[in-house]
């Protein structure tokens, strides 16, 4: 179990409520490469997308930001050259009917963040539900939009705080229907939970428990059944809720 402990020293995790964002946060110990960093931002408002693109480049200097008005443009652009991170405007033509869903597949291991000038409980909740790593109001200040890309790109998820309640699910299991605890896991499951918390891949969830991959997705599969969440940023918020995050 050495292996499994030097793991989460090696990460900090970090639960951030401020006055009107709520956080789950799994931070490395190191921010990596900035100059190597691809960042794709689309909007169909040029000075919107502007102001995004500057907020941006303060806070990753050295990396290579892209912008597009066009989401056919961002899609062709994301198959051409892999990206660190893609943000994308909630509204803008083409991302409905499955477009987010298709821009999340493409985006493979980037994050996807989703920017909207007005936010509904339902918007929020079926961009989380389709793999979105944060959903960022327009209304935000420079200062706390950098935070929540800066929280994102460390593997959190980032959520306004109104709609917590229903853009993920409760700790409630779909099975039984009674509310789920820390408790009712198993020391593998929490040990599972706590890593994907922390972002952690499948490989390396598998090379930290001495388990197969297979194995991993197996259990994972399981426990996002369970938990009655469709992917790991809602199981992670979820695992937040019911204290399953840090060391053991």
């Not at 020293?9 to 639960?15: D, S």
Request: aromatic residues 8%; contains cysteine; charged residues 20%.
């Amino acid at each position: 179990m050495r292996e499994r402990k030097n793991y989460f020293r090696q990460r900090r995790w970090l639960q951030v409520d401020f006055s009107s964002y709520f956080v789950i946060m799994a931070l490395d110990g190191h921010r990596g490469a900035v100059g190597d960093m691809r960042i794709l931002i689309a909007d169909d408002h040029p000075l919107y997308l502007e102001a995004v693109r500057r907020q941006v480049m303060r806070a990753y200097k050295r990396a290579e930001v892209c912008s597009f008005v066009s989401f056919t443009d961002l899609l062709a652009a994301l198959a051409e050259k892999p990206a660190d991170l893609v943000m994308l405007d909630y509204s803008m033509p083409g991302l409905g009917g499955g477009g987010l869903t298709r821009a999340i597949a493409t985006a493979g291991a980037a994050p996807v963040v989703v920017m909207s000038g007005v936010a509904t409980a339902k918007d929020v909740a079926a961009c989380i539900a389709a793999g979105a790593r944060a959903f960022l109001p327009k209304t935000m200040e420079g200062p706390v939009f950098s935070d929540a890309v800066s929280m994102v790109m460390h593997g959190g998820t980032y959520v306004p705080a109104e709609f917590v309640g229903t853009a993920v699910p409760s700790a409630t299991s779909p099975e039984s229907g009674g509310t789920l605890e820390a408790a009712d896991f198993s020391p593998r499951e929490s040990s599972l939970l706590r890593m994907v918390v922390t972002g952690a891949s499948n490989k390396e969830i598998a090379r930290t428990l001495c388990l197969q991959e297979v194995t991993v997705k197996f259990y994972l599969t399981r426990l996002f059944r369970r938990l009655g969440v469709k992917n790991r940023s809602q199981a992670a918020v979820v695992a937040v809720r019911l204290g399953l995050a840090g060391e053991e």
